[in-house]
Structure formats: C-alpha cells, structure tokens
C-alpha cells in the first residue's frame, strides 16, 4: 500500500488559476501596506502571505523573498552568537 500524498497549502495553491493567485496575493499586500498605517489590520501578516502567494508566480518577488530570508537567518545567527543575559552563574572566587 502507498503513503498518502500530502497535500500542503502551497500544492493547493498552485492548483488555483493564475489570474486568481495574482488577484488573491496582490490583495494580501495591499491589505498589508494599509494594516502598516491603521491599527486595526496586521500589516506585516498580509504583507507575508502576500507576498509568499505572489512568489509562486513573478520571480522578482521570488528573488526579494529568498533573499530576505537569507538576510534574516544571517541576523538571527549573529543574535544568537550574541550573549546578552549570563544564564550561568560566575565562578566562585578565592
């Protein structure tokens, strides 16, 4: 017997009809772009999915998504290289 085809969100996605992801993710990043300026809208939310919908059909957006992910796991690395709070305690002195 085969294992189930895991059908991820991005598979169901890719099966909609261009126009219809096209239209969906601009949506998205204009709701983010207005949710940057009111407080009732999650803008860096929209902003993602948005943007993340697009990446599947215009590769400039493909390209400034990898890479900002890119330059984000950079930063993170160095943060975490970076010791703010000593979680252990000194050693005694003598």
């Known amino acids: 017997m085969s294992e189930p085809r895991r059908d ?6 890719r099966r909609w009809p261009k126009p219809v992801r096209l239209a969906v993710g601009s949506g998205l990043v204009v709701l983010g772009v207005l949710g940057l300026f009111l407080p009732v809208l ?3 939310l929209f902003l993602a999915a948005g943007s993340a919908l697009l990446a ?3 590769p400039m957006v493909q390209r400034w998504l990898d890479r900002t992910l890119a330059e984000w796991k950079r930063w993170r690395g160095s943060f975490r290289d970076r010791v703010w709070i000593r979680l252990d305690p000194p050693p005694p002195s003598r």
């Open 42 to 44: 999650q803008g860096v």
């Open 56 to 58: 599947t059909d215009v």
């Open 8 to 13: 991820t969100i991005l598979n169901r996605v």
